[in-house]
């Protein structure tokens, strides 16, 4: 099993930042991927951004490209994603979710999921 706990969301204006992290536990973090995903009320959960095992790998949706980063400290077992350039329509819960097989760098499985914390971009 794993536990996943996000935590950073808030209330921003447009144009500003904010980072949010995931904190796992249960497995051997610095083996598995991990990615965030978010869902607005009334649409279905987006992929956003991921990140492979080793961090070398990573992968953004097309509409945060260039303004979030995912990162991860395997030593904290944290993930991370620093927004930049908020825009209302990134209002939204983002969920972390984990793919547990070891050193996979493709074709995502995610097994698991955190709870969700509540991004909200004013305008």
């Known amino acids: 099993q794993v536990q996943l706990v996000e935590s950073g969301g808030g209330l921003v204006q447009a144009g500003g930042s904010l980072r949010l992290s995931c904190a796992a536990s249960?497995?051997?973090?610095?083996?598995?991927?991990m990615g965030w995903f978010r869902q607005a009320p009334g649409k279905e959960r987006d992929f956003v951004a991921a990140i492979n095992w080793s961090g070398g790998g990573t992968y953004y949706a097309d509409s945060v490209k260039g303004r979030f980063t995912i990162s991860r400290d395997n030593a904290k077992n944290t993930v991370y994603l620093q927004m930049n350039s908020l825009k209302p329509e990134d209002t939204a819960v983002y969920y972390c979710?984990?793919?547990?097989?070891?050193?996979?760098?493709?074709?995502?499985?995610?097994?698991?999921w955190g709870q969700g914390t509540q991004v909200t971009v004013s305008s």
């Open positions: 979710a984990a793919d547990v097989r070891p050193q996979v760098s493709a074709r995502f499985r995610w097994d698991y």
């Open positions: 249960g497995r051997t973090f610095s083996n598995y991927a």
